[in-house]
């Protein structure tokens, strides 16, 4: 119903900066939230950013002061600015959201399939 679409990962230099882009299609009401969550080799999957429909945002500890999340809700996509990298943000970087659909007016989470962030030192 709901298709997520992440791009902007890659290879970069600790330090370095990368945008992460992920844009909803679909059976689209209303977005009520997104994030993005990460997963490194051997690692279970864990929150990074998330920003409410009103704007209100949540960072892990890990990436406060250099992860910003923002969305263009007239787009339907959310954002990561990821600047000051560091080797261990290195992982699988997902979106997450969730969505009021039309078919039914009723809220379900859906998934990206995962964009690669690799940071080396």
């Known amino acids: 119903q709901v298709q997520l679409v992440e791009s902007g990962g890659g290879l970069v230099q600790a330090g370095g900066s990368l945008r992460l882009s992920c844009a909803a299609s679909?059976?689209?009401?209303?977005?009520?939230?997104m994030g993005w969550y990460r997963q490194a080799p051997g690692k279970q999957r864990e929150l990074v950013a998330s920003?409410?429909?009103?704007?209100?945002?949540n960072y892990a500890e890990s990436v406060k002061g250099r992860f910003t999340v923002s969305t263009d809700n007239a787009k339907n996509t959310v954002y990561l600015q990821m600047n000051s990298l560091k080797p261990e943000d290195t992982a699988v970087y997902y979106c997450?959201?969730?969505?009021?659909?039309?078919?039914?007016?009723?809220?379900?989470?859906?998934w990206g399939q995962g964009t690669q962030v690799t940071v080396s030192s």
């Open positions: 997450n959201a969730w969505v009021v659909v039309t078919t039914n007016y009723k809220e379900y989470t859906f």
């Open positions: 679909g059976s689209i009401f209303r977005i009520n939230y």
């Open positions: 920003i409410t429909r009103g704007g209100s945002t």
